[in-house]
């Protein structure tokens, strides 16, 4: 079992950053590929970006260039350093596992970008 809890959303404005870290209880983190994603009002939760096990990554193309996913093993934790900020961007986001487990959702990360 997996409890993960996120940290670190707020309101930016446009061009702007945030960093978004989760922290992640349970010996068997370093065992999965770690997701963040997001769900915006209206629209259906989709997949940011993910990190495996080893530190290779993948992106949406909506964020691509400018968002960074990273992982500390030792720590339990993944990050999201998001750059470049747009209101699209405006959404609760959430990691999780990669493929996702409904039962790791946690209370997820309000991320607003707005001037």
């Known amino acids: 079992q997996v409890q993960l809890v996120e940290s670190g959303g707020g309101l930016v404005q446009p061009g702007g950053s945030l960093r978004l870290s989760c922290a992640a209880s349970?010996?068997?983190?370093?065992?999965?590929?770690m997701g963040w994603y997001r769900q915006a009002p209206g629209k259906q939760r989709e997949l940011v970006a993910r990190?495996?096990?080893?530190?290779?990554?993948n992106y949406a193309d909506s964020v691509k260039g400018r968002f960074t996913i990273s992982r500390d093993n030792a720590k339990n934790t993944v990050s999201l350093q998001m750059n470049r900020l747009s209101p699209e961007d405006t959404a609760v986001y959430y990691c999780?596992?990669?493929?996702?487990?409904?039962?790791?959702w946690g209370q997820g990360t309000q991320v607003t970008v707005s001037s």
């Open positions: 999780n596992v990669f493929p996702q487990r409904d039962a790791f």
């Open positions: 349970g010996r068997i983190f370093v065992l999965y590929t």
């Open positions: 990190i495996t096990t080893g530190g290779n990554t």
